[in-house]
């Protein structure tokens, strides 16, 4: 089975600091994904990549930024958090044409 | 900008029925459609995948329809357990290599004994 694992189940940091999100796949999937799911919202889309070095803006990427330097590993950077990034954060992959594996979320809270 | 809205927030039904619950879009169509089963805490899991030339697909009591002329998905579980309460998502992919979906806000099920 295809794993996706994010390096976090629970997170907390303060206001202002740099925080990183760390995402990896073992099965060589091209295409990778950020969410954020917050209660009401559904699942919102931060950015996502189809290559490695490429990367695209998805709907809320405003405070955000991303990094994918190998194919199994893409990185979400909150630049400087604050309170209202306070969320689960969901990594996922998936190949060209088949459904996302999900990594188990991280839930971030800024304090 | 696409728009996918499933029909209710929350579904409860008795064990043993059968749950249906409604996905529906506007704007574009997509290649595919795809059904998501996510538990509290936990990251949505993958269920079934249905392309726009099929009608219908099954996997053991799951049965998805797709009907592109209504705009309209429905999901079906048969013979439903109360360890099938959970929450379900559809997607809409419109086939780009960038492989983005377009995610409905999701109905919660609650399958009561």
């Known amino acids: 089975d295809v794993k996706v694992t994010q390096s976090s189940r629970y997170l907390v940091k303060r206001t202002g600091e740099k925080v990183f999100l760390e995402c990896v796949q073992d099965?060589?999937?091209?295409?990778m994904f950020w969410y954020r799911q917050d209660p009401g919202l559904g699942l919102r889309l931060i950015y996502f990549s189809y290559d490695v070095k490429m990367k695209e803006k998805g709907d809320i990427p405003e405070g955000y930024s991303v990094s994918r330097e190998k194919k199994e590993r893409f990185s979400l950077i909150l630049e400087s958090a604050s309170t209202n990034q306070t969320s689960m954060y969901l990594c996922?992959?998936?190949?060209?044409?088949?459904?996302?594996?999900f990594g188990s979320g991280t839930r971030l809270t800024v304090v | 900008s696409q728009k996918i809205e499933q029909n209710s927030e929350a579904l409860n039904i008795q064990e043993g029925k059968t749950a249906t619950l409604t996905c529906n879009y506007t704007?574009?169509?997509?290649?595919?459609l795809q059904w998501y089963r996510q538990d509290p805490g936990r990251g949505p899991v993958f269920l079934l995948l249905i392309r726009e030339n099929e009608k219908e697909k099954r996997k053991e009591r799951l049965k998805v329809t797709f009907d592109t002329t209504l705009k309209q998905s429905l999901f079906h579980i048969t013979a439903s357990q109360p360890a099938d309460s959970a929450t379900y998502l559809c997607a809409l992919d419109r086939g780009s290599t960038l492989g983005r979906l377009y995610f409905g806000r999701g109905t919660q099920l609650t399958v009561w004994p």
């Open positions: 996922a992959s998936r190949p060209r044409t088949d459904g996302y594996t």
């Open positions: 099965m060589d999937h091209e295409n």
């Open positions: 704007n574009y169509s997509p290649a595919y």
